[in-house]
């Protein structure tokens, strides 16, 4: 063998050495890093901002996967910078009941003509805005058609709606229907005639005006695909399943749409996260009805319920009143709720979530609350998909003083023990590597000087 050869293979082992230390190293840091991971932010999306977005505050929509993975408050809810900064952030979520409180009115006078109405004065002692009223009695059993009028002085009256109804019944299906939408008006008199055609009055207890429903700025239409419509005669049911799609919002209610023209029906509403009949759970149940009176029409087609971030409903209405009805289409509207903060361009952004045992977020005064206009401009950010949070700089920046004060515990004595170990070895490795250098370089001079 020659002497080049030889050396050939020393600068062979010896650049297999150096990967094998090298390997050792990236083995250390990656476990050392896996191990010293706190608990805590278990997800992020990446936020995608459209070109030419000013600098100022925006509003990102939370869908519903995200809803699913937080704490009921959203709490642990939080934006981090390209830089690793916590950055300000509210979460403006929907009231669970805005409705304002209905109000009593004030009855001035009831006259009665047996057998043809019975007229009721109220004063709303204020011109104050109504939606609807209400009436108030122990009756059972009735249908009557109702006549609106309004005056500002109580004298001169103006038509404010001439068809409405109101109904009670108790079988077989009970229902008590006693409100009456009108157009939003702020007549501080109302006149109620209430149409008995030869049918005893109705004893009036009272009457309760409702005011106008603010402008949901939360509300969010959701597409619907519909894959199963039938109809089952051995349960007098219609059965309705359909897919809210993987992108979606906190379902808060549905409705239905359909061509018959009189029923009164239970529904029951249920959700799932995939379509297996076996995984349904219950959303709610009520009464879908549509009851008429010459052109008098009255209906009730919505279910409302408090947020659900399911994918899949299930929607079954029965009931011995007539046969199934026929569902020609089925609408969903969800429950928005949004992280605010402020957006700087040329920044990255990144939303943390998924932390049970987060601490509250401090709240930020200067941040806006959020309007239809803010919303309306955000429109276009969108979240990239989920990706697990494994340790990084970013987290240990976010609340140094927990890291330290986390209680340690067997994983933490793991990465000790594997900390050491390693440099153990590396260190033993490299110590062996020159002491076998030198005993090379000890034979190559005894070689060399043979005479």
Known sequence: MSYRDGDRRRIRRGTL?????????????FLGAAVAA?????????????????????????DAAIIEKCRPDLADVRVVSGSGAVVPVIIEQAPQNGAAEAVPARISRISRRPGSWTDISIDKSGKVLSRAVTIQTSAKDFLRKVELRGSDNGRELYVVRMD???VSRTKPIPLRSLTIDHPVNNFQYLHIRILDEDRPPLKIDGVICEPPEDEDGFAAPLSVRVIENRTDTSRNAAVIVADLGERRFPLKSVGITTRAKSFVKNYTLSGSSSPASESWGKISQGIFFRVRHE???????TAKFAPQPVRFVMLEITGLDGPPIEVDELRAVARVSYAVFHYKPDEEFRLFYDNPASEPRATDQTLPKLTLQLASMSSAIRLGQAEKNVA???????????????????????????????VVLI?????????????????????????
């Open 392 to 422: 990084s700089p970013t987290e240990k920046k976010w609340e140094p003083q927990r890291a330290a004060e986390r209680p340690y515990g067997l994983p933490d004595a793991l990465g000790a023990l594997l900390l050491v170990l390693s």
């Open 17 to 29: 050495l150096g990967r094998l230390i090298a390997g050792l190293i990236v083995a250390h840091v």
């Open 295 to 301: 052109d008098a029409v009255k209906e009730q087609l």
């Open 427 to 451: 260190f033993g490795i490299m110590v062996l590597w020159r002491r076998s250098r030198k005993s090379r370089r000890h034979r190559s001079s005894r070689i060399y000087n043979v005479k």
């Open 164 to 166: 409405g109804l109101i």
């Open 38 to 62: 706190p608990d805590g932010w278990r997800l992020f999306r990446r936020i995608q901002f459209p070109s030419g977005l000013p600098e100022g505050p925006v509003a990102v929509a939370l």
